[in-house]
């Protein structure tokens, strides 16, 4: 299975993400990253028992410079939004499951190159 894209680019998304999960997951959670598969797309999931985000933070996380009520550590807040702009330049999405004090799921959806679409 290919995907046609950057893949230098995808890989500081998914970077992204997991340092994110890494970051606000206390120690002695657990963060489980994995992949599946159809004939036209890619999932990539990244899932974490960390605080999760609030109902009221979640339409916002992927904007520039917006930082939940759960940052802890400085950073320049621009993760996510780069995540966003990476993965929707390869035609895909970036899903977010997440319920306060249980936890967080991010799932990066990207199209394969199967029928001549138009990934980068
Ligand atoms: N796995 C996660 N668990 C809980 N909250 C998260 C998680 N990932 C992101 N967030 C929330 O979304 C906000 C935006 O994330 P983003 O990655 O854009 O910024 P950041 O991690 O604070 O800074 P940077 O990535 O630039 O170092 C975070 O400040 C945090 O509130
Ligand atoms: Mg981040």
Not at 8 to 24: D, V
Not at 26 to 32: L, N, T
Not at 64 to 84: H, P, Q, T
């Amino acid at each position: 299975m290919r995907i046609k894209g950057g893949r230098k680019l995808l890989e500081l998304a998914l970077s992204n993400i997991i340092e994110n999960a890494l970051k606000f997951t206390p120690a002695d959670g657990e963060v489980e990253i994995g992949a599946d598969k159809t004939n036209e797309k890619i999932y990539i999931w990244v899932r974490d028992t960390g605080p999760g985000i609030s109902p009221k933070d979640l339409p916002h996380i992927f904007e520039r410079f917006y930082r939940g009520r759960n940052s802890i550590v400085e950073g320049s807040d621009l993760g996510l939004a780069l995540v966003k702009s990476i993965v929707s330049a390869h035609n895909g999405e970036v899903e977010i499951i997440s319920e306060l004090d249980s936890g967080s799921e991010f799932r990066i959806i990207l199209p394969t190159d199967t029928n001549n679409n138009e990934c980068l």
